[in-house]
């Protein structure tokens, strides 16, 4: 009985010269055996996860300006220093349009944000060509160019800033910033030739299906 118990052990690596030693074996053997295991993205989020972190559960030495920031402010004090700078802003934009009609910057704020953000939606469910540069483009044109004409216009360049005379004779930016980011986004869709802007024109059928019928033409995918 002892014999068979010692050969047992002796497999598993818990029989040698050093205990300490057999027991670093066995550790690095199920280490080796749970490797195997795991799925690769579970891999490459624990290798992430290991990076970050040193022996003791710390963060590892910063390896750039990111990760220097990352270090020395927490997410908590980056969240609270975001909230705080937001607030400052929206006080000061408070302060600056006090006289101005609410009902009209309800609708300028509307105005800014469809300019970015309803022709990247639209192109996105219905053309099969839009890429990600072409959406990315194509809305950031869409609300540089209408903070800019809203900026340059008699509402706030006359009425909140007290200049002689507005640059832009509109009220409102979405007639020229909306179909300005449908162009970028055609144009620059367009000329995106790689491989990643492939797999998305084709991935659009994918799509339209799922989004038709809410089914996938997958099996499921155990968790």
Do not use: C
Not at 5 to 33: F, H, I, K, M, T
Not at 121 to 127: A, M, N, P, R, Y
């Amino acid at each position: 009985m002892m014999g068979a118990a010692q050969r047992s052990l002796r497999s598993v690596g818990l029989v040698g010269n050093d205990p300490r030693d057999r027991l670093q074996r066995l550790l690095e053997r199920r280490q080796a055996d749970r490797a195997e295991r795991e799925p690769d993205r579970v891999r490459y989020v624990r290798r992430r996860r290991e990076r970050m972190r040193g022996r003791n559960g710390d963060l590892l030495a910063p390896q750039g300006h990111g990760d220097r920031v990352r270090a020395h402010f927490p997410i908590a004090g980056r969240l609270r220093a975001a909230t705080l700078m937001l607030s400052v802003v929206a006080i000061g934009f408070g302060i600056l349009f006090e006289h101005v009609n609410v009902a009209f910057l309800v609708g300028l704020v509307a105005a800014v944000a469809a300019s970015a953000d309803f022709p990247v939606l639209v192109s996105s469910i219905f053309w099969r060509g839009m890429t990600t540069r072409g959406a990315v483009v194509g809305g950031g044109l869409g609300l540089v160019s209408a903070v800019f004409l809203t900026l340059f216009s008699r509402s706030v360049w006359v009425d909140v800033l007290h200049q002689a005379h507005a640059l832009v004779p509109l009220d409102n930016p979405a007639v020229i910033s909306v179909p300005l980011a449908f162009a970028g986004i055609w144009i620059f869709s367009m000329l995106d030739r790689g491989a990643g802007a492939q797999r998305e024109r084709e991935a659009f059928a994918m799509q339209e299906f799922y989004g038709q019928t809410g089914l996938l033409p997958m099996k499921a995918v155990d968790h």
